[in-house]
């Protein structure tokens, strides 16, 4: 078995444990209070950022806002010819960092797994991966990976990975999480539209706002669409409201 370091053990990285330990001896990093005892509840290993970051492959399952600080954390440890992966919602700002922090003979590939506990509960058959090349070509062998565990992988780039993202996810979220913070009830007279409705409700509900925050502040295209949204929204009902006059 090749070694995988595992730094950050949030959601996703306790999700990702339980996938990876079948093909990884994997250790995991984190200094969140309970993770040690999360991680043998699992199975997997327990160690120092240090001892994550020196294994064969290195994930890195962080917060987009923190990534900075913890790839200069690892960047000294990782050992020549280290893959190291990120999985992150977006992806230009993560890949410029990887390329300026992480030393050059370790190769580099960024993801994003664009599921979560939730919606991987009934397994990862047909759910999505995205795989974007940074430096080397290992991301062959990532994308390769992704689809024997079931999942539908795309390789793109980053800038197209975040100007898709802009609609597919900071726009969902903000619809989401919108609802959710409203508290939409399950009505006895609803219909397949709103059940719609309540099914996002139940998979973003459980997602941290952090999460949402770096959906909405670190892609660069999510503004310009959300704000279109929010516009549009506003001039529907000035509308609805001319017409009552």
């Known amino acids: 078995m090749k070694t995988l370091g595992l730094i950050g053990f949030g959601q996703f990285g306790q999700l990702a444990a339980g996938v990876l330990k079948q093909h990884f001896d994997v250790l995991v990093a984190d200094p969140a209070p309970g993770a040690e005892a999360a991680t043998r509840a699992i199975g997997v290993g327990f160690g120092s950022l240090e001892a994550a970051a020196a294994r064969e492959v290195v994930v890195f399952a962080v917060p987009v806002v923190a990534m900075q600080e913890v790839f200069r954390a690892a960047a000294s440890h990782l050992r020549p010819g280290a893959l190291a992966v990120d999985v992150g919602s977006v992806k230009m700002l993560p890949s410029q960092w990887m390329t300026e922090i992480l030393p050059a003979h370790v190769d580099l590939v960024a993801t ?134």
Request: proline share 4%; net charge negative.
């Open 112 to 245: 994003h797994p664009l599921f979560g506990p939730q919606s991987a509960k009934a397994g990862l058959d047909g759910l999505r991966l995205v795989v974007c090349p940074i430096r080397g070509d290992r991301y062959l062998k990532v994308a390769a990976f992704g689809r024997s565990l079931g999942l539908t992988v795309t390789v793109t780039s980053a800038e197209e990975h975040d100007r898709e993202m802009a609609y597919v996810q900071a726009l969902t979220h903000l619809i989401g999480r919108s609802l959710v913070n409203l508290g939409i009830p399950d009505e006895q007279l609803k219909t397949a539209s709103y059940q719609h409705l309540l099914e996002l409700c139940s998979l973003i509900g459980a997602d941290t706002f952090e999460l949402f925050t770096a959906i909405q502040t670190q892609n660069p295209f999510a503004a310009e669409v959300v704000g279109a949204f929010v516009d549009q929204a506003r001039s529907l009902l000035d509308q609805v409201a001319e017409k009552r006059l």
